[in-house]
């Protein structure tokens, strides 16, 4: 009974913050980037950020090129943190950076799924 309950807060965790990336990504585009709302819901992005690893710990199970993918993904996730948050020098253009953000964040929930379905 525990464990059932254990997947399934897990699920909703996982669920939670694909909806998040969602409702970010909507308000990101309702909202052009000179527009202060661009940035308005950023309360979420902790759930964004947290979506990989959520991910991998929901999927462990599943194979091990799965979880060394997510692995690297988090890997990925946490290098691009500083260039996100302006604390180093940009290396790329800002459009740049915020599409190797996205590639980051929005891959992995595919990839997921993909491995679900194909059972593994």
Known sequence: MLRT???TALAGLVALSVVANGVLSVTAGMFPMPDPRHASWQFLMSAILASPL???VALWRQ???LRAYLLC???ALMLMMPLMMHR???VFAEGT???LFALVVFVPVGVARCALVRGG
């Open 73 to 75: 993904n988090i890997v």
């Open 63 to 65: 194979g091990v090129a």
């Open 97 to 99: 950076t915020q599409r």
């Open 54 to 56: 959520l991910l991998l």
């Open 88 to 90: 180093m020098a940009p």
């Open 5 to 7: 309950v254990t997947w």
